[in-house]
């Protein structure tokens, strides 16, 4: 027992070296990044993950979940979404450089620059309410701004976020989002009374809801089996809570439209509150109608689905 131990205690330390080695690495390559222009350094991030990444176990990942969601399209196609989604993943790295760059939105300015905002009125309207909001988005475009595109017009959304699994990067990017996208609660113990405490107090909570989520709801995504977590819904008829899609999309030109979508009304059950599978399936649709319009635009790389059974290729289409 004591070996197990010691042999343990020593993976530990071995295992926090490399995550140091490799936040150091990811630290020094961020710096010098930032000695460029803002758009020459995202640009260069594109064009290198798009190379880069197709050689990584990921990609092979991603190209599973496309033949998954889209197997109608043929193996070039799925690929060139794929190379697509390396250049966005890597664009949302640089621009977490660049935030207060990038961010140019001004309220009531007669010409957009990189920010458009659809939406606003509803921003505007929100501001002045004092009844809890949740506002839901997933992993499109850039996520990012939307957090700090509410708190221009007053409002301020505690997001639900998950750390990355190395200590020294997740505090980093912990500090980047607390000083510019309001305040935070890593996914963990306690988490979900954080954010009940928010919203008891009539605040304003952001969640992602496009990840596997272990003995959630059981919905479909693309027509196939995938859990949900059913924590929006919950928080939703706990606190009735007002619930708003959000989403970002890349536009031409570096630039970026930030999409508030009018309140959703949830599902409800025959004694009238809300039914967490049925609300977690209208999430779900909500999230996959987004992915299908811009499918290079999400992240495929991540296992969304209970099962991985690939569908077996048709016979090449005729030209």
Same mark, same amino acid.
């Not at 700090?148 to 976020?161: H, K, N, P, Q, W």
């Not at 599978?277 to 811009?294: F, K, M, T």
């Given at each position: 027992?004591?070996?197990?131990? $010691?042999?343990? %205690?020593?993976?530990?330390?071995?295992?926090?070296?490399?995550?140091?080695?490799?936040?150091?690495?990811?630290?020094?390559? =961020?710096?010098?990044?930032?000695?460029?222009?803002?758009?020459?350094?995202?640009?260069?991030?594109?064009?290198?993950?798009?190379?880069?990444?197709?050689?990584?176990?990921?990609?092979?990942?991603?190209?599973?979940?496309?033949?998954?969601?889209?197997?109608?399209?043929?193996?070039?196609?799925?690929?060139?979404?794929?190379?697509?989604?390396?250049?966005?993943?890597?664009?949302?790295? $640089?621009?977490?450089?660049?935030?207060?760059?990038?961010?140019?939105?001004?309220?009531? $300015?007669?010409?957009?620059?990189?920010?458009?905002?659809?939406?606003?009125?509803?921003?505007?309207?929100?501001?002045?309410?004092?009844?809890?909001?949740?506002?839901?988005?997933?992993?499109?475009?850039?996520?990012?701004?939307?957090?700090?595109?509410?708190?221009?017009?007053?409002?301020?959304?505690?997001? =639900?976020?998950?750390?990355?699994?190395?200590?020294?990067? *997740?505090?980093?990017?912990?500090?980047?989002?607390?000083?510019?996208? !309001?305040?935070?609660?890593?996914?963990?113990?306690?988490?979900?009374?954080?954010?009940?405490?928010?919203?008891?107090?009539?605040?304003?909570?952001?969640?992602?809801?496009?990840?596997?989520?272990?003995?959630?709801?059981?919905?479909?995504?693309?027509? %196939?089996?995938?859990?949900?977590?059913?924590?929006?819904?919950? =928080? *939703?008829?706990?606190?009735?809570?007002?619930?708003?899609? *959000?989403?970002?999309?890349?536009?031409?030109? !570096?630039?970026?439209?930030?999409?508030?979508?009018?309140?959703?009304?949830?599902?409800?059950?025959?004694?009238?509150?809300?039914?967490?599978?049925?609300?977690?399936?209208?999430?779900?649709?909500?999230?996959?109608? #987004?992915?299908?319009?811009?499918?290079?635009? #999400?992240? @495929?790389?991540?296992?969304? @689905?209970?099962?991985?059974?690939?569908?077996?290729?048709?016979?090449? %289409?005729?030209?």
């Amino acid at each position: 027992m004591n070996i197990k131990l $010691a042999l343990y %205690r020593q993976w530990r330390k071995l295992r926090h070296i490399e995550y140091w080695l490799t936040a150091q690495v990811t630290f020094l390559f =961020l710096r010098t990044i930032r000695l460029l222009p803002p758009h020459a350094a995202i640009n260069f991030m594109d064009r290198a993950a798009r190379k880069i990444g197709p050689l990584t176990g990921r990609h092979r990942v991603a190209l599973n979940n496309l033949k998954l969601a889209f197997p109608e399209k043929t193996d070039s196609e799925c690929r060139a979404i794929a190379v697509g989604m390396w250049g966005n993943m890597a664009r949302l790295v $640089a621009e977490y450089v660049f935030l207060e760059d990038i961010f140019d939105y001004v309220q009531n $300015a007669e010409k957009h620059g990189l920010i458009e905002v659809e939406g606003a009125e509803i921003f505007e309207k929100l501001r002045h309410e004092q009844t809890p909001h949740i506002f839901f988005t997933a992993h499109t475009g850039n996520f990012e701004l939307l957090p700090i595109c509410a708190a221009t017009f007053g409002l301020e959304v505690t997001a =639900l976020f998950r750390a990355p699994n190395n200590p020294y990067v *997740a505090k980093k990017v912990l500090e980047a989002r607390r000083t510019k996208m !309001g305040s935070l609660i890593p996914s963990k113990a306690g988490a979900v009374w954080a954010l009940a405490s928010v919203l008891q107090s009539n605040g304003n909570v952001g969640m992602l809801v496009d990840q596997f989520f272990y003995s959630g709801a059981e919905v479909t995504f693309f027509g %196939r089996d995938a859990q949900t977590s059913p924590l929006l819904p919950r =928080l *939703a008829r706990q606190f009735d809570a007002d619930v708003y899609p *959000a989403r970002c999309i890349r536009m031409p030109g !570096g630039r970026y439209k930030l999409q508030l979508f009018d309140k959703i009304d949830l599902p409800v059950t025959p004694k009238g509150k809300i039914d967490i599978d049925a609300s977690c399936q209208l999430l779900n649709d909500i999230v996959e109608g #987004w992915v299908r319009e811009y499918p290079d635009q #999400w992240m @495929w790389f991540h296992k969304r @689905w209970k099962r991985y059974d690939i569908p077996k290729r048709s016979a090449p %289409r005729a030209l």
